[in-house]
């Protein structure tokens, strides 16, 4: 079975940073694209950045100029670094493959809040 684990959300002041790690085992890593998504309360969860087994990335308008995400295919990692953020960055984020998916993880919280 699939496992993915996130990590490295917590409280930021508005304009602060966090970089988010996510663990993936039991899968041949370096075959899919992975992403980043957010789920505010009472929202739907949102796709927020993407990046290929190549290493090409994209991203949401609202995290474009602001997030990197990036792979590590060796140690089954894919990390999101936010810049700049904003309070409406406040939501739960989870990683997951983009063209399949596994069971989502707890995913990590951010709050960004003064």
């Known amino acids: 079975q699939v496992q993915l684990v996130e990590s490295g959300g917590g409280l930021v002041q508005p304009g602060g940073s966090l970089r988010l790690s996510c663990t993936a085992s039991?899968?041949?890593?370096?075959?899919?694209?992975m992403g980043w998504y957010r789920q505010a309360p009472g929202k739907q969860r949102e796709l927020v950045a993407t990046?290929?087994?190549?290493?090409?990335?994209i991203y949401a308008n609202s995290a474009q100029g602001r997030f990197t995400i990036s792979r590590d295919n060796a140690k089954n990692t894919v990390d999101l670094q936010m810049n700049t953020l904003k309070p409406e960055d406040t939501a739960v984020y989870y990683c997951?493959?983009?063209?399949?998916?596994?069971?989502w993880g707890q995913g990590t919280q951010v709050t960004v809040s003064s």
């Open positions: 997951n493959g983009i063209s399949r998916s596994w069971t």
């Open positions: 039991r899968i041949i890593f370096s075959t899919y694209a």
């Open positions: 990046i290929t087994r190549g290493g090409d990335t």
